[in-house]
């Protein structure tokens, strides 16, 4: 069989991509894999703010389009950046092995988010990492940027002009440095309690049509029982919440020595104003879900 990958065309989705196939590859040597590079809104529109071209959907539309209509046999996209739901017939395959899902700190001069001279400047695409570093750091500049890993990196040590201002460091995660092999140039690691990450980041979305059956077998068996469970967690209460882009929303789950499941959340208003936390630790993974929404909503009434 022939099968034709759809991507975005970034460095980062390029090397995604890549990874998929090279394992694919390995898995079914009989089998032919291709990849196929896609522009989507997002990609073609760098100037505006993320929440101010639309959606979630704006990275992969025009991918779902070709899948829908059979140009494209698979999309590679990174989990963190799909809607709640994927497109009516389609399917995401089962997880594989996630990445690291942490965010990083990437600083021209200091060694550490608390080194950064008062009212430093952070550069980050995303509400979630911009309220959280000013709840740890009230006093930062937080201003917009956009482009891919490369062009955040070159923006900081160019000394180019975000906003009006110069970059003292960026904050993105560490799924998409590493895997472009720029790992060497992170300052520092955020930890998980320190910033929750993205529902699903670090975790690659393998998206086909819901009735491509024998493709999706063929995915599944490569799948990685672990991440789906984090997945399923983190993505459940992305869509329980009701979070999109245009709101602050992270949630990240693992297990405990025990065993037990941990979830750690956050939600709040768009524009930070208002901002609720959890760390819930349950058996069941529906209830761990249910009793992190019903917290969360309980903080963001009173």
């Given at each position: 069989m022939k099968y034709i990958i759809g991507t975005r065309g970034s460095k980062l989705a390029l090397v995604q991509t890549e990874l998929v196939i090279k394992n694919l590859k390995s898995a079914y040597p009989q089998d032919e894999f291709i990849a196929k590079v896609i522009k989507t809104t997002g990609d073609m529109d760098q100037k505006r703010r993320l929440d101010?071209?639309?959606?979630?959907?704006?990275?992969?539309?025009?991918?779902?389009?070709?899948?829908?209509?059979?140009?494209?046999?698979m999309a590679v996209h990174s989990m963190k950046d799909m809607p709640d739901e994927p497109a009516e017939g389609l399917i995401f395959a089962k997880a594989w092995k996630r990445e690291d899902p942490r965010d990083v700190l990437i600083?021209?001069?200091?060694?550490?988010?608390?080194?950064?001279?008062?009212?430093?400047v952070i550069g980050t695409g995303s509400k979630r990492r911009a309220y959280q570093i000013s709840a740890m750091r009230p006093d930062l500049k937080i201003v917009?940027?956009?482009?891919?890993?490369?062009?955040?990196i070159r923006k900081l040590k160019e000394g180019q002009l975000c906003e009006g201002e110069i970059l003292d460091g960026i904050v993105i995660a560490a799924a998409g440095i590493k895997r472009i092999g720029r790992a060497d140039e992170i300052t520092q690691y955020l930890s998980c309690d320190e910033m929750i990450p993205a529902p699903a980041q670090g975790t690659l979305a393998i998206e086909l049509k819901a009735?491509?059956?024998?493709?999706?077998?063929?995915?599944?068996?490569?799948?990685?029982?672990?991440?789906?469970?984090?997945?399923d967690v983190e993505r459940s209460f992305l869509k329980q919440i009701g979070g999109n882009c245009h709101l602050p929303v992270a949630a990240y789950c693992d297990k405990t020595d025990k065993g037990t499941f941990r979830l750690r959340a956050m939600f709040g208003t768009e524009d930070g104003s208002r901002l609720a936390f959890t760390d819930i630790t349950d058996d069941d993974t529906e209830k761990i879900v249910e009793r992190a929404v019903e917290e969360i909503r309980r903080q963001l009434e009173k």
């Open positions: 101010e071209i639309g959606s979630k959907g704006i990275f992969v539309k025009e991918i779902e389009d070709e899948l829908l209509d059979g140009t494209i046999s600083l021209k001069k200091a060694e550490s988010l608390d080194e950064l001279p008062y009212r430093a917009s940027i956009r482009g891919n890993v490369d062009t955040r009735d491509n059956l024998d493709l999706l077998e063929k995915l599944n068996a490569l799948s990685d029982e672990a991440a789906q469970e984090s997945v």
